[in-house]
């Protein structure tokens, strides 16, 4: 195995270096003055280091903790090294997660890694959501051409801050000329439950294990593409996304106006059966933002009536449906009161909401 010291090359990409700390399963490799981060396993030792000179790094890398990867210094290469071809003029951009034990879901971590289908090097930034509704940095650097590269581990209890992802990137060539690519920031919605369904996990033209991929950019066309959240921005999106969407539904059941019953309680049957006529041609995500959308529509007419209840029924089934009203209830409508429904009245499968 590989140790601090060691000249290593990569072994599923182009490049390699000195080992100059190890972290857990982490290597941390300078390529002419360039960190970059790769799994130990996938480092071929090419130059051995001398014992003490190994032990002394290790004792120095110790005191050097490190959260997330943030590289910030280029790599000093010509384009004369990169192998172009007339595809790769296009950008194509993917994100994706490869589970370390495919068979073990349950309690296995994933590695995340970017693939950089194309001619440019890209200005690379990858993110997740924090609870209060900012980013967290995972990885920052340059992306080479044509490459592959690890840009972090992600952890079972991670998965709980990854219902939102977003990349953004520079493209450039280095010493020659080149056409110019418009800067991208693109934000995902992650399904994480799917990290624990194996069906989820598909074979992928860039690796060779079963990945959950994210096509990021497809022929220079962003996929998902989203202006930077602030609050009249993201409402705009939103009206205009269900209004597409009611184009292609099918026919929504006309039914009377959610009024508060005698007990002073709305309620609120979030069954799709209760939503729509038929689900013909109905995919579950299509399913899902209906009720979504019939939520929010919901808490929107009540959000100035303090003290208002509100049950909506969601069912119990896998949960999904639940998950995603929970995720509202804690970014888009913060501070209002939130437990389950009456065992006795609605089961297992209903929420209480106390407009505050």
Avoid at 3 to 22: E, H
Avoid at 51 to 71: D, H
Avoid at 130 to 139: H, P, V
């Amino acid at each position: 195995m590989a140790q601090i010291g060691d000249t290593v090359r990569y072994l599923n990409a182009v490049g390699g270096g000195r080992i100059t700390r190890i972290e857990g399963n982490m290597a941390y490799v300078d390529d002419d003055g360039f960190e970059t981060p790769v799994l130990l396993r996938e480092c071929v030792v090419v130059a051995s280091a001398g014992a003490s000179e190994a032990k002394a790094s290790k004792a120095s890398s110790k005191q050097q903790p490190v959260q997330s990867t943030v590289i910030s210094e280029p790599v000093q290469e010509s384009d004369d090294d990169v192998m172009e071809t007339p595809e790769g003029e296009k950008l194509n951009v993917v994100l994706a997660y490869e589970p370390v034990e495919l068979k073990h879901l349950t309690t296995t971590t994933f590695d995340a890694y970017v693939v950089n289908d194309s001619n440019y090097y890209l200005y690379f930034t990858y993110m997740t959501r924090a609870d209060n509704g900012g980013w967290i940095t995972r990885y920052a650097g340059i992306v080479e051409p044509n490459i592959q590269i690890f840009i972090g581990e992600v952890l079972r209890e991670d998965l709980n801050m990854m219902d939102r992802v977003a990349v953004q990137y520079i493209a450039f060539k280095r010493d020659k000329e080149f056409d110019l690519k418009t800067p991208v920031l693109v934000e995902n919605r992650l399904d994480v439950t799917k990290f624990f369904k194996l069906h989820c996990f598909r074979e992928n033209v860039y690796f060779d294990k079963p990945v959950i991929a994210i096509e990021i950019v497809k022929n220079d066309i962003p996929q998902r593409a989203m202006v930077i959240d602030s609050g009249r921005l993201e409402d705009a999106l939103r009206k205009k996304k269900n209004a597409d969407r009611q184009i292609r539904r099918p026919v929504v059941k006309r039914k009377k106006k959610h009024v508060p019953k005698e007990n002073g309680i709305i309620e609120v049957d979030l069954h799709i059966n209760e939503l729509v006529d038929t689900t013909a041609g109905m995919s579950n995500a299509d399913m899902l933002n209906l009720q979504v959308d019939e939520f929010m529509k919901v808490m929107d007419a009540n959000i100035n009536n303090h003290g208002q209840k509100i049950v909506f029924i969601h069912g119990k089934g896998e949960g999904v449906l639940r998950q995603a009203l929970m995720k509202e209830l804690t970014h888009r409508y913060k501070g209002h009161d939130v437990q389950d429904a009456s065992f006795r009245e609605y089961g297992f499968g209903a929420t209480q909401v106390t407009i505050r």
